[in-house]
């Protein structure tokens, strides 16, 4: 996965990571990737641009938000089930 540098991400994948990327989350990223906890926010909301340095942080980011988002994803499907069965009863 390869991003342009210099400049910051698109608008949809901002708003996309801020759904799915918690303030925990975000510290973890940063152990994980050596990239600081405030260069990790900043990318997410667009205030810097991506770099050779930041980029490993961010792949992380996204990896991170694309298995929140399945996680998420799982509880809503079984969440529609228990509704469904309910209002059926």
């Known amino acids: 996965m390869k ?17 799915h990327i918690s303030n925990a989350d ?3 990223l940063s152990i994980q990737s050596s990239v600081s906890v ?3 926010r900043e990318l997410m909301y667009r205030n810097i641009s991506v770099t050779e ?3 490993p942080g ?3 980011m996204i990896e ?3 298995a929140n ?10 969440n529609k089930k228990i509704f469904k069965k309910h ?3």
């Open 38 to 40: 405030s260069t990790i």
């Open 58 to 60: 961010l792949i992380l």
């Open 26 to 28: 975000r510290a973890e």
């Open 69 to 78: 988002c399945e996680a998420t994803e799982k509880i809503f499907k079984t």
């Open 3 to 19: 991003f342009e540098h210099a400049k910051p991400i698109s608008e949809k994948l901002s708003e996309a990571l801020k759904m």
């Open 64 to 66: 991170t938000a694309l």
């Open 87 to 89: 209002l059926r009863e």
């Open 53 to 55: 340095n930041n980029e």
